[in-house]
C-alpha cells in the first residue's frame, strides 16, 4: 500500500513536470490571444520553425540549400562552421522578429476588423505554409538539438529519495531545467507586462483596442511586438520538446497537448496557462496511474480534454479567463 | 480552326499519358510531415533501384521502368486519392507504404485487379494467398516480427523464459496491435508474462509508460513505433537506464532517424532488419556509376546506404524481379497489373540471384506461392553503435514460427472471406 503511495507521488510529480512542458506551449498561445483575441493556430509550428532554425545555424547548414543546388547545380549543405548555442539563439530571436514583423505587414495589418474566425483561418493558412516553408529551408530531416541541456534520471533525487523511502524518484533532469526556465520566463513576461511601457501598452490593447488607439498606441507596434515575445516562447517550448525527441515536424503537434490546457485555464491569463499546465499534468498521468491499467492504457490525451470539459462546464471562461459578460 | 485546336488538344493529351512502352511502378511517398524522416530514403532508395535499371540495363526486359510519385503525407485519405489518380496508368503494383493505406486499397485493387505489395507492414493475413488473391506481404508480416523477437529472447535466455517479464511498447492504432495477438499465443507456450503499453499518436509524451516499465522492471522491452514515439521511446529508456541491449524494435523502429537524436546512449538498442545495413554491396558500385555519379539520385542524395534507403532498394528490387518473371511467364515485355501478379506469386529469391544483383547477403532467400504470399517469414536482429554510428547484425537471419503464426493467419484469412463472400482459391 506505502508502495502504492510512493509510486502515486512519483507518478504526479513527473505529472507536474509534464505540465510545465505544456504550459511553454499554451503560453505562446495566450499571448497572441490576450493582445489581439487571435487564436494562432500556427503557434505550434512556430515552435517548430524556431526550434528548425536554431538547430540549422547552430550546425552551419545552408538554407534553402535543396533548392539552391537543384538550381545552380551545386552541392552545398554546410558552410563548415559551428555556431556557440547562445550566439544561435539570438539569431534565431531576431529571424523570429522578423517572421513577426512580416506577419504584421503581409498579413494582420490587412485584415483588421476582420472576424476573429476569419483571423484564425488565416493563422491555419499561415501554419502550413510556416511548415512547408521550414522543410524547404531546413529540410525534412530529424536534427539532434545539443545546446547542453542536461537529460536523465536526477541521481541526486533518486538517492535521496531511495535513502529515505526505500524507492528512488524518478525525475528528469530536462524537466526540471523545463520548470525553471517557465518559471524565468513567467516571471519576466509579468514583470514585462507591469513595469514597462511597452508592456503597459501592450495591456491597453489587450483591454481594448479602439481605446488604445485613440491614446496613440500603435497597433502595428504592438502586434510585431506580441508576435515576436510568441516567436521567443516557441524558441523555448521547440527548444525543450527538441532535445526530448530530436528536431522534426512532429513537433509542430505539441500544439494538441496546449489545446485542453487553454480550455482550463483561459485563453487569456498567463498564470492560468500554467495553472492549467499543472493540473491537465498531474491529473493525467493520476489517471493514467490509477485508472489506464483498467481502461487498456492509452488514457492520457482524451483524459486531458475531458478533465477540461469538467472544469468549462462549471466555467466556461476557463479557471482564470474574462468573465464573458455581454449586456443587451 | 476548331479541328486544328481539337486535333492538337488530343495530340497534346497522349503526349503527356504515359508512354505505352513503359512499366509504370507508382511510388506512394510521403516527402512532406511528421513521418518524412522516415519516407523520404524509402521513396529515394525505390526510385534510385529502378533508374539504375534505366541507366545501366536499358529497363526491365528491354522495356524502361517508370516512377510513378505521389505524395500521400502518410495521410490514408491523399493515399486514397493518389491510387485513384494513378491506377489509369498501367499501374503494377502499388507499395503504399503505410498500413492504414494498406486496409483502404485492399477491396479497391482487389475489384481493380492490380496487385498490392505491403513489404512488412499491412495487414498480416494477407500472407493467406487463398484469400488474398491480389495482395501480398513478403518477405516477412508483423506476426513473424513478434516471433522473431521472442525467438532472440529465447537464444538469449539458453531457451526457457518461463516466468520472464515481456513488455510491449506499441503506437496505439491497428499497426501497433498486430502483435498483440501473437504475442499472447507466445506468452502461453512459454509462460513468460506479458505486459501491454499503448503509446497515443504521436507519441512526443510517454512519461506514463516508461515510469511503469521503471517499476515493473520487464526483463526485455518490444516496441511496434513509428515516427517521433521511436526517438522518445529511446530516449525515455536511457533516462530511466533501462540497458538497451534488451530493448528490441520491429523493423519500422530501427532506422538511424531512431537513434541518433538520443546520441551515445542509444549504443546497444537492437531492432529487427529484413535486409543488412549499410552500402558495403557491389550494388552500390553500379549505383555510384550509373545513378549518384550522373546526378540522377532522387531526392537529396544524402539517404545513401541507411537502413530505410536500403529497404527502399530492396522493395523496387522484389517488384522488378516479379516483373521479369512476369515477363518470362507470359512471354511479353510490356506486361499488365494481371500479369505482374502472376510474377509475384511466382517469384523465388535465391542467395544466388541476390548475388547476381549485387546484393550477395543482403537479405534472406524465400519464395511466393498461390497460397504463401508472405515469403519465409525471416528476419536478423540489428544492433546500435553510437560511437561508429552504425548498425550491425547481431543474428543470421531467424524464421518465425509457422507452427504458431499459420493457424492465426488461416483464422483471420478465413474470417475475412467469409465476411466478404470470397471462395478461397489455389485447389
Known amino acids: ?328 | 480552326m476548331k479541328t486544328q485546336l481539337t486535333a492538337l488538344a488530343v495530340a497534346a493529351a497522349f503526349a503527356a499519358g504515359p508512354a505505352a512502352a513503359d512499366l509504370v511502378f507508382p511510388s506512394l511517398d510521403y516527402r512532406t510531415g511528421p513521418y518524412a524522416p522516415n519516407g523520404i530514403p524509402v521513396a529515394d532508395g525505390y526510385a534510385d533501384y529502378f533508374t539504375l535499371l534505366n541507366e545501366r540495363d536499358g529497363g526491365i526486359g528491354g522495356i524502361r521502368a517508370r516512377v510513378l510519385p505521389c505524395e500521400t503525407g502518410y495521410n490514408t485519405e491523399k493515399g486514397v486519392e493518389c491510387y485513384e489518380a494513378t491506377k489509369g496508368q498501367n499501374a503494377l503494383v502499388y507499395q503504399p507504404l503505410s498500413t492504414g493505406i494498406t486496409y483502404q486499397l485492399i477491396p479497391k485493387a482487389s475489384a481493380d485487379g492490380i496487385p498490392i505489395h505491403s513489404m512488412g507492414y499491412g495487414r498480416t493475413s494477407a500472407a493467406d494467398g487463398t484469400t488474398f488473391e491480389w495482395v501480398f506481404n513478403y518477405p516477412a508480416n508483423y506476426w513473424d516480427g513478434a516471433s522473431i523477437a521472442v525467438k532472440h529472447i529465447l537464444d538469449l535466455n539458453g531457451g526457457n523464459i518461463g516466468g520472464k517479464k515481456i513488455a510491449l511498447v506499441y503506437h496505439n492504432s491497428a499497426y501497433g496491435k498486430e502483435p498483440i495477438r501473437t504475442l499472447e499465443e507466445l506468452s502461453g507456450k512459454y509462460g513468460f508474462e506479458l505486459t501491454l503499453l499503448p503509446v497515443d499518436h504521436p507519441g512526443q509524451e510517454q512519461k506514463s509508460q516508461w515510469l511503469q516499465i521503471r517499476r515493473e522492471r520487464p526483463d526485455y522491452v518490444l516496441m511496434w513505433g513509428w515516427g517521433v514515439m521511436n526517438q522518445v521511446a529511446i530516449q525515455e529508456a536511457a533516462n530511466i537506464r533501462y540497458p538497451m541491449e534488451n530493448f528490441i524494435g520491429i523493423w519500422w523502429s530501427g532506422s538511424e532517424n531512431d537513434v541518433e537524436p538520443v546520441g551515445g546512449k542509444a549504443t546497444g538498442y537492437k531492432a529487427l532488419a529484413l535486409t543488412a545495413p549499410g552500402r558495403d554491396f557491389p550494388i552500390y558500385e553500379d549505383l555510384e556509376r550509373y545513378v549518384y555519379s550522373k546526378g540522377l539520385s532522387a531526392g537529396a542524395g544524402d539517404q545513401h546506404g541507411k537502413v530505410l534507403y536500403n529497404r527502399g532498394l530492396y522493395a523496387a528490387m522484389l517488384a522488378a524481379e516479379a516483373a521479369k518473371k512476369a515477363q518470362e511467364i507470359h512471354g511479353v515485355s510490356d506486361i499488365t497489373a494481371a500479369q505482374m501478379r502472376d510474377g509475384m506469386e511466382a517469384l523465388e529469391i535465391t542467395d544466388r540471384l541476390m548475388a547476381s544483383l549485387g546484393l550477395p547477403g543482403f537479405a534472406p532467400p524465400f519464395s511466393v506461392s498461390c497460397e504463401n504470399h508472405g515469403g519465409s517469414g525471416r528476419a536478423a536482429v540489428q544492433q546500435w553503435n553510437a560511437s561508429s554510428g552504425s548498425w550491425s547484425l547481431v543474428t543470421d537471419y531467424i524464421k518465425s514460427e509457422s507452427g504458431v503464426i499459420q493457424p492465426l493467419i488461416e483464422a483471420d484469412a478465413s474470417a475475412f472471406a467469409r465476411e466478404n463472400n470470397i471462395s478461397k482459391r489455389c485447389n
Open chain 1, 1 to 328: 500500500m506505502f508502495e502504492q503511495f510512493l509510486f502515486a507521488v512519483e507518478v504526479a510529480l513527473n505529472g507536474f513536470m509534464a505540465g510545465v512542458m505544456y504550459s511553454l506551449v499554451a503560453l505562446g498561445f495566450v499571448l497572441i490571444f490576450k493582445a489581439s483575441g487571435i487564436f494562432n493556430y500556427a503557434q505550434g509550428v512556430m515552435a517548430l520553425f524556431a526550434a528548425l532554425t536554431l538547430v540549422g545555424l547552430m550546425d552551419g547548414q545552408v538554407p534553402f540549400a535543396h533548392l539552391i543546388n537543384a538550381v545552380l547545380g551545386t552541392e552545398a549543405h554546410h558552410f563548415g562552421w559551428h555556431l556557440p548555442a547562445v550566439l544561435a539563439i539570438l539569431f534565431t530571436m531576431a529571424i523570429m522578429v522578423a517572421f513577426a514583423w512580416a506577419v504584421n505587414e503581409l498579413i494582420l495589418k490587412h485584415l483588421v476588423n476582420q472576424e476573429p474566425i476569419i483571423l484564425f483561418m488565416a493563422t491555419i493558412g499561415l501554419a502550413y505554409f510556416l511548415e512547408g516553408f521550414g522543410d524547404l529551408m531546413w529540410g525534412a530531416d530529424i536534427k539532434k538539438l545539443d545546446v547542453g541541456l542536461p537529460q536523465g534520471i536526477n541521481g541526486w533525487i533518486d538517492e535521496t529519495t531511495f535513502n529515505a523511502f526505500g524507492y528512488g524518484f524518478f525525475i528528469d533532469n530536462l524537466d526540471i531545467v523545463a520548470t525553471v526556465i517557465a518559471a524565468v520566463l513567467v516571471t519576466v513576461l509579468v514583470l514585462f507586462s507591469q513595469y514597462t511601457k511597452q508592456g503597459r501598452a501592450l495591456r491597453a490593447v489587450a483591454d481594448d483596442h479602439q481605446a488604445a488607439l485613440s491614446v496613440g498606441i500603435s497597433l502595428n507596434s504592438i502586434w510585431v511586438l506580441v508576435w515576436s515575445i510568441a516567436g521567443f516562447v516557441a524558441l523555448v517550448a521547440g527548444v525543450m520538446w527538441g532535445a526530448k525527441s530530436g528536431v522534426q515536424f512532429s513537433l509542430s503537434l505539441i500544439a494538441l497537448k496546449a489545446l485542453p490546457v487553454l480550455m482550463l485555464g483561459g485563453f487569456t491569463s498567463i498564470p492560468g496557462a500554467i495553472v492549467g499546465g499543472l493540473i491537465i499534468g498531474v491529473g493525467e498521468k493520476l489517471f493514467e496511474f490509477l485508472a489506464g491499467p483498467a481502461l487498456g492504457g492509452a488514457t492520457e490525451n482524451w483524459f486531458a480534454f475531458v478533465l477540461a470539459l469538467v472544469f468549462l462546464v462549471f466555467r466556461p471562461q476557463g479557471l482564470f479567463g474574462e468573465k464573458i459578460i455581454e449586456r443587451v
